[in-house]
């Protein structure tokens, strides 16, 4: 690597000291642009054929191509030449689009002052060469590949024959060799008849982490001597036992005193006393054979590595403990900031805004339907869709923009530093479209929309919890929009939650108190204009507010767990009913009864109504289930599975 480098170096000055010594006029002063555009043009053979520069770009200080091809130069060009007259220093890129090559920005100054910069285009020929002859090896090339050798492909050679060679000997390296691998200690293979050593050094260039320079070596020879002298030191061994076994008589008295050391020593590792151990160690252990080894020298040295193993163990943890500390403060999945660090973000960005009379925009993200996609496909899927999702939401926000992961499909982002608090809507609106295009990875393709609640700060005495819960409210309000939708927090709306969360306690303690009731309406036969049903209809009275209007307090339980309680007290009590009725003689009367979407989606139903249907011996075709809209659609899958379970009981139904 260090060669390599050292070659790149010298070649790049070579160029670098060219451009001082050729922008210099006879009198040693700076030239004009037009006299580096004349000079170029004389010297535009001398720099192919001794510095093989292929192109050269000559730009002046209005950044206004003076010569050079516009047609022949890669867009990237023009930021490279951005960034060497912003710097006054040469800058260099590699590209390897098709064949790798060097691109050198050198800023000159003119003859008034002002700066110019030259742009050089030299390929990587005199290079690979040069490290051919340096390293001593047979074949060398450029290669891209991104995770095993067989999706390595040569992409710049020294010639088109030694291409030919080094494609066939990638072609010859097990598929499965890794990147890494040859990057580490190479790969062995056989060319030819001969030998190769196949191993790769990464770009000098960070912008090209897929490019590699590929050397095959011949190493045929080297692997005969390593095997000669092999042979060697075996018979040399086997010679040496005999020799060894004499001398194992005459170190057994020392055996006692050895195993006393180091049984004294070995405390000293409980003590966490590292140091020492090792020092006492060193002084206590004779001088010795390190040829011979034995019981005891294996069981010092284990002893010595127990040591060092430690000392690395306690090293490693004082590490661990500041990545755990870490890992506390951001998403492990995604890499976003987690809650932790988004709280801590919120506090510190609210104390600002307040200080600064800046709005603060947060933007409350909950992902529609990604219940269902988790479910249905899996954990798996579910976490790389996160991924994905967290990608696309990254793209729109500004680097002074917070995005964090709240926790499952919601994410936060906090945006600081705001004109106009329509700037969050803009946000908003740019989430919405990012998310209009399909998701898709590993063959699979999921529609995901955004429910996004919007909050701002424009006082100081908000605190980031009452901030969260706002945006919160609000993402709530913009998901009954069925996704894609945003909505801005307003006072109205924290009233309908506070009024949905005392209506719900209420509830509860209504249900326990015996407050609710069956009103049941008949249904009569058109025709015989007798009564062959009656549908079971809910009713509340609240022993303070008088009767509550179910169209009032259903549309605000419907989406919380209680309703799920109500709805099976009310299957219950109207084949109670149905049951009395029965006794009474009616024994014809069906009993329709109203299930709410997220009843309907429950897979114990079917269970519990056979049970009570059991319990009093009522035939299922007695029950009639007014199944709502929203049932079906919000999960067709399972809605159809309950509904045929139902059926197959006896059960009717009607939409």
């Known amino acids: 690597m260090h060669r390599y480098a050292l070659l790149d170096t010298l070649l790049t000055e070579r160029i670098l000291l060219w451009s001082e010594t050729f922008t210099q006029d006879k009198r040693g002063l700076p030239a004009s642009v037009s006299e580096l555009r004349r000079g170029i043009e004389d010297a535009r053979n001398t720099m192919q054929m001794n510095l093989q520069i292929d192109n050269v770009w000559l730009f002046d200080a209005q950044a206004n191509l003076v010569y050079g091809d516009a047609a022949a130069m890669p867009g990237f060009v023009g930021k490279l030449r951005s960034s060497a007259l912003e710097s006054l220093r040469p800058q260099i890129l590699t590209s390897c689009a098709h064949l790798c090559r060097r691109y050198i920005a050198a800023p000159?100054?003119?003859?008034?002052?002002?700066?110019?910069v030259m742009v050089f285009a030299t390929g990587m020929q005199e290079l690979l060469a040069l490290l051919s002859r340096s390293a001593d090896v047979g074949r060398?090339?450029?290669?891209?590949?991104?995770?095993?050798a067989g999706s390595m492909n040569v992409i710049s050679r020294l010639s088109m024959v030694n291409k030919d060679a080094v494609a066939s000997i990638i072609k010859a390296l097990p598929e499965n060799t890794a990147i890494d691998t040859l990057i580490s200690r190479g790969s062995r293979v056989v060319f030819e008849g001969r030998l190769l050593l196949v191993s790769l050094l990464p770009m000098l260039d960070g912008r090209l982490p897929d490019s590699?320079?590929?050397?095959a070596r011949d190493i045929t020879e080297q692997v005969r001597s390593a095997s000669t002298y092999q042979n060697w030191v075996v018979g040399s061994a086997v010679s040496l036992v005999a020799i060894f076994a004499l001398l194992l008589y005459l170190i057994l008295n020392q055996y006692r005193s050895r195993l006393m050391a180091l049984s004294h020593r070995l405390p000293l590792l409980a003590e966490h006393r590292y140091e020492e151990f090792n020092k006492n160690a060193s002084r206590s252990r004779p001088v010795r054979n390190k040829t011979l080894t034995?019981?005891?020298?294996?069981?010092?040295?284990?002893?010595?590595n127990l040591a060092n193993e430690l000392e690395t163990i306690e090293s490693k943890m004082a590490l661990t403990t500041a990545q755990l500390e870490n890992m506390a403060m951001f998403d492990v999945l995604t890499g976003l900031p987690n809650r932790n660090m988004l709280m801590f973000q919120m506090e510190k960005e609210i104390s600002l805004a307040s200080r600064e009379d800046l709005p603060l925009g947060l933007l409350f993200l909950d992902l529609d339907d990604f219940k269902?996609?988790?479910?249905?496909?899996?954990?798996?899927?579910?976490?790389?869709?996160?991924?994905a999702a967290a990608q696309r939401i990254r793209k729109p926000l500004r680097d002074s923009d917070i995005a964090a992961r709240f926790g499952g499909d919601e994410f936060v982002i906090l945006l600081p530093g705001l004109r106009s608090i329509l700037e969050v809507e803009q946000v908003a609106n740019q989430l919405i479209?990012?998310?209009e295009p399909p998701i898709q990875f590993d063959n699979h393709q999921f529609y995901v929309s955004l429910s996004i609640g919007l909050a701002f700060c424009n006082e100081g005495d908000i605190t980031a919890m009452e901030l969260l819960r706002h945006a919160d409210i609000a993402m709530y309000e913009a998901k009954a929009e069925q996704g894609s939708a945003y909505c801005k927090f307003d006072r109205i709306m924290n009233q309908r939650v506070l009024r949905r969360v005392e209506l719900e306690k209420e509830a509860r303690i209504g249900l326990n108190n015996g407050e609710f009731s069956l009103a049941l309406q008949p249904q009569l036969a058109l025709d015989t204009r007798k009564m062959v049903g009656m549908?079971?209809?809910?009713?509340?009275?609240?022993?303070?507010?008088?009767p509550v209007s179910p169209g009032e307090f259903i549309p605000l339980l419907e989406n919380t767990s209680l309703m799920m309680t109500i709805d099976y007290w009310v299957i219950e009590q109207a084949i109670t009913i149905l049951a009395q009725l029965r006794e009474r003689g009616y024994r014809d009367i069906k009993m329709a009864i109203n299930i709410s979407a997220a009843h309907f989606l429950d897979p114990a139903l079917p269970n519990f109504i056979a049970e009570q249907l059991s319990n009093f011996g009522i035939a299922p075709e007695f029950i009639e289930l007014e199944l709502t809209e929203t049932a079906l659609v919000s999960d067709i899958a399972r809605a159809s599975a309950t509904?045929?379970?139902?059926?197959?009981?006896?059960?009717?139904?009607?939409?």
């Not at 060398?140 to 095993?148: E, F, K, M, V, W």
């Not at 034995?294 to 010595?304: R, T």
């Not at 549908?535 to 008088?546: F, M, N, Q, S, V």
Request: include cysteine; proline fraction near 3%; glycine fraction near 10%.
């Open 140 to 148: 060398i090339a450029i290669a891209r590949g991104s995770d095993n």
């Open 108 to 116: 000159v100054m003119t003859h008034n002052g002002e700066p110019a």
């Open 535 to 546: 549908e079971a209809l809910l009713r509340w009275h609240h022993p303070e507010k008088g």
């Open 433 to 435: 479209d990012a998310f």
């Open 372 to 387: 269902r996609i988790n479910d249905g496909h899996g954990h798996d899927i579910g976490d790389k869709l996160i991924q």
């Open 212 to 215: 590699y320079i590929l050397f």
């Open 294 to 304: 034995d019981e005891l020298d294996v069981l010092e040295e284990a002893a010595s």
């Open 643 to 655: 509904l045929e379970t139902l059926r197959a009981m006896g059960c009717h139904d009607c939409h």
